[in-house]
């Protein structure tokens, strides 16, 4: 099984940056095989889907962040990152990473992720 640790989250605020990293523990050299996701989700709604990445880079974006984050991966750390510039405070969520597709509505499958809050 593997799994995934989120960090690099915080308190920014509005137009402010943060870099999140996702680390995959235990998944060895088949990291690269993985499609990888961003999620989030925010006080009261369910968990979205932000971002993803495919295999060999390809990139795609939820519009409501298109233009501000940038998603890449480093395969040789089996790790992705979420770059998120001009925040804004919709973006206040706990952030997950975890394969693309996932199940957004079973807990079993997410970590704790990394709260991000935007708030002057």
């Known amino acids: 099984q593997v799994q995934f640790v989120e960090s690099g989250g915080g308190l920014v605020q509005p137009g402010g940056s943060l870099r999140l990293s996702c680390a995959a523990a235990a998944s060895g050299s088949i990291f690269r095989l993985y499609v990888m996701g961003w999620y989030r989700q925010a006080p009261g709604k369910q968990r979205e889907l932000v971002a993803h990445?495919?295999?060999?880079?390809?990139?795609n974006y939820a519009d409501s962040v298109k233009g501000r984050f940038t998603i890449s991966r480093d395969n040789a750390k089996n790790t992705v990152y979420l770059q998120m510039n001009s925040l804004k405070p919709e973006d206040t969520a706990i952030y997950y990473c975890?394969?693309?597709?996932?199940?957004?509505?079973?807990?079993?499958?997410w970590g704790q992720g990394t709260q991000v809050t935007v708030s002057s």
């Open positions: 975890n394969t693309h597709p996932a199940p957004l509505s079973s807990q079993a499958y």
């Open positions: 990445i495919f295999t060999g880079g390809s990139t």
